[in-house]
């Protein structure tokens, strides 16, 4: 499995490091890894949440027990159950795999931002969808562009943040 994943982890890192060299002079490796693995992650929510509310959920109402929930709210939980175990990975092993934290710690920071973001994406969606009508998508991905920059700042310079030696 360790071979798998260093297979994986060491394919991705060259091709994001490969598309880096234009972007040498104005941006840092960490920045623009984190741009390019948050970007694709982005699209693979967008997508997960898509095929969610169009094919999964129908654009109806899921029924859980004794709640209801609005096809947009069922396809924002459905798109966060495959999109954040991924952000994990790229975050840890991609973008900030020096931050010398351990995994658990790790895990549990990012854990926190992912509630946050899951919270925002939630009321923004709320509002653009339930309130002003737009259409979900859309609102998705407007939703979604907000967020990215509290996730990038939050992450950067708390959650993964690289700890001092002592």
């Known amino acids: 499995m360790k071979r798998i994943h260093n297979t ?12 880096y060299k234009p972007f040498k002079k104005i941006l840092p490796l960490q920045t623009f890894r984190y741009a390019a693995a ?5 699209v ?10 169009n094919l ?4 109806e109402n899921f029924h ?10 069922a396809s924002l939980i459905f798109a ?8 994990f990975y790229l975050n840890r092993y991609v973008v900030f795999q020096d931050s010398g934290l ?8 990012y854990l926190i931002v992912v509630f946050f973001c899951i919270l925002f994406n939630y009321l923004l969606l709320k509002l653009f969808v339930g309130y002003f009508g737009w259409y979900p998508t859309p609102s998705k991905i407007l939703a ?19 700890k001092e030696p002592r």
Do not use: W
């Not at 999964?56 to 654009?59: E, G, N, Q, R």
């Not at 859980?64 to 709210?73: A, D, R, V």
């Open 38 to 42: 948050g970007g694709a992650n982005t």
């Open 102 to 109: 351990k995994k658990r710690e790790q895990l549990t920071r």
């Open 8 to 19: 994986i982890r060491h394919l991705i890192l060259s091709i994001i490091d490969f598309f």
């Open 56 to 59: 999964i959920f129908k654009k």
């Open 80 to 87: 966060f159950c495959f999109s954040q175990p991924t952000g």
């Open 144 to 162: 979604t562009l907000l967020v990215i920059i509290f996730s990038y700042s939050s992450q950067t310079y708390f959650f993964f943040k690289t």
């Open 64 to 73: 859980f027990g004794h709640f209801t929930l609005t096809p947009y709210i």
């Open 44 to 53: 693979f929510d967008i997508v997960m949440f898509s095929l969610g509310y």
